[in-house]
């Protein structure tokens, strides 16, 4: 991957820049970012290249060229004075989608940013709002500034320009700085204008640095994080309550350290958009408008992917076709199918070397994941992957407005995208947050050369297992419950279910190895009908069985349910 080949050259630069002298004195971020470019992939070689002048263009001009601009940057005048900077590429890094005119930088899709570090004694940002501040109020556009990771501002734009106070005093200090929009692009954009700040540093706002891995992620009102900061599903849809913060798509590129984009809009889908009545919503289509940074006229312009390469683009996009489909499911879904494989091939076309992994289900839908499946298997693209997620957990883990996800299905679903886009792009995941209870194999044996007997039965809508004990045998493990084929890493874990029927009895259970039952990794006793235990994994172990050995707790039926196994972060 490109990002590979530049990790070579910075680590050279690291070595370099302790013993090279510069011998240029002039040279700024563009300068750099060209020279990056020169050296990794096939871009044009020029005269500014060659930054010693020695007729060789290397990773020691890099490494000059990169000393020159920080050592500007960090110049200090020692006259503390009043300046202003515009939020521009050259001076800022722009997250996701975004669009400057006039020296505004807009920030249009959900999670797009402005990031930077800002130094001096003081400091602040001025906020613009398009037409939509004009909008009522529950449909505004919100936006979050963050100061050194802590949210210091989290408004609901009604205004045309706010002034935000990033820090104030008489210490200099250097902050990191993020002006991010948390409501999505159907709902207007968020304008970062300018920094203005009371520093003696040459230059006092600088772009963070780019981050070795990009993901795209493409989706509905999931991705954009609709609702997920609502108290009921019974609450209709309002900007103060879409928070893209708290998006699977977010905390997912938080947990792998990468920089994103997002292109979201709520409602819509492939072959259809959300409908009501089943009669097909082609106003809310993403293919079409995938190409430009935006669908609002205001920021309909092509997107660069050139030069906003990234390494995996993450497609979420179903779950408003199902409206659609599921009336006539045998041919609408087909259809969904073709626009699903065409769609495929429009990303590839823009982002040629990037991995793709789709997906669907966390609000359901399951009837239309096999024909997503179709689609990718058609496709027969050797970078491109699915898997189908699974739906959230309403009692468990709450639900946001208009029966969206709640906070913690979201945190649940960023561990598996964070999974399968490492396994798309063959690096290591450490499997923090996984349910590894998921996958496994359900069932139960009976032993029944001592009179135990009974039948058990499995569902997999919500992964519960039935074991109807008609007779018990001699012994716990005359009758066993598992849950097998499990291969736990190192680290620790935390085991929990319920039982109904079972509220009243000690019902048995454990971690244990296949191949040698004798080897247990952790054991314990339910007694009330539920049970969540934390253990550790002191080694990996393949092969691994959760256990119930019931065969000693007389007649009952017992139906085990949210059997999970999740690690634990630490």
Request: aromatic share 10%; glycine share 8%.
């Amino acid at each position: 991957m490109q990002t590979k080949k530049i990790a070579v050259f910075v680590a050279a630069m690291l070595i370099l820049q302790a013993v090279l002298p510069i011998t240029a004195d002039a040279a700024s971020g563009n300068d750099v970012r060209h020279l990056v470019k020169t050296l990794t992939t096939n871009g044009t070689m020029t005269k500014a290249d060659d930054f010693n002048g020695d007729g060789i263009v290397n990773a020691i001009d890099l490494t000059l060229m990169k000393r020159a601009v920080l050592a500007e940057a960090n110049a200090d005048t020692g006259e503390v004075r009043d300046q202003t900077v515009t939020a521009i590429t050259e001076q800022t890094k722009l997250i996701g989608r975004t669009v400057t005119k006039e020296g505004v930088t807009w920030l249009v899709h959900s999670g797009s940013a402005v990031e930077c570090t800002v130094t001096g004694v003081a400091a602040s940002v001025t906020i613009e709002g398009d037409g939509n501040v004009r909008s009522d109020a529950k449909y505004r556009p919100r936006y979050g500034v963050y100061v050194d990771g802590k949210l210091i501002k989290d408004v609901v734009m009604g205004e045309s320009e706010q002034v935000v106070e990033l820090f104030s005093g008489t210490a200099k200090r250097t902050a990191k700085v993020k002006v991010m929009h948390l409501s999505e692009a159907n709902n207007g954009a968020i304008g970062v204008k300018q920094f203005d700040v009371k520093s003696s540093a040459a230059k006092p706002v600088q772009p963070t640095a780019k981050k070795d891995l990009t993901i795209e992620f493409v989706g509905d009102s999931i991705t954009c994080a609709y609702g997920v900061g609502a108290d009921s599903q019974y609450v209709g849809f309002e900007t103060a309550t879409e928070d893209f913060s708290k998006s699977y798509a977010y905390l997912t590129a938080q947990l792998l350290d990468a920089d994103y984009s997002a292109v979201s809009y709520s409602g819509y889908g492939i072959v259809s958009g959300y409908t009501s009545d089943g009669s097909k919503n082609e106003d809310s289509l993403v293919p079409p408008v995938y190409e430009n940074v935006a669908k609002s006229s205001d920021y309909a312009v092509p997107w660069d992917f050139a030069s906003h390469p990234v390494d995996a683009v993450f497609v979420n996009l179903g779950t408003n076709d199902d409206s659609y489909a599921s009336k006539e499911l045998e041919t609408r879904a087909k259809e969904y199918q073709t626009k699903y494989l065409a769609f495929l091939k429009q990303i590839r076309k823009c982002n040629p070397d990037a991995a793709i992994i789709c997906t669907l289900g966390i609000m359901g839908c399951q009837e239309l994941y096999p024909y997503l499946e179709a689609a990718v298997k058609e496709f027969n693209d050797p970078k491109t992957s699915c898997y189908e997620s699974p739906t959230h957990n309403i009692t468990q883990d709450g639900i946001g407005a208009d029966w969206h996800p709640s906070p913690i299905t979201h945190e649940k679903n960023s561990y598996l995208a964070a999974d399968h886009i490492c396994k798309a792009l063959g690096i290591p995941y450490s499997g923090v947050g996984l349910d590894f209870a998921a996958d496994g194999e359900y069932g139960c044996d009976f032993d029944k050369s001592n009179g135990a007997d009974g039948w058990p039965y499995f569902s997999d809508w919500n992964k519960s297992l039935n074991i109807n004990i008609s007779s018990g045998g001699k012994s716990p493990e005359e009758i066993l419950g598992y849950v097998r084929n499990l291969n736990l890493t190192k680290g620790s874990y935390t085991l929990a279910f319920s039982v109904k029927g079972g509220e009243k009895a000690e019902i048995p259970y454990a971690v244990r190895s296949m191949k040698d039952p004798k080897v247990i990794y952790f054991e314990g006793v339910c007694k009330d009908g539920k049970a969540s235990e934390a253990f550790a994994m002191k080694a990996d172990a393949s092969d691994c069985e959760i256990v119930f050995p019931v065969g000693a707790v007389g007649g009952l039926n017992l139906t085990f349910e949210n059997i999970t196994l999740y690690k634990n972060a630490g």
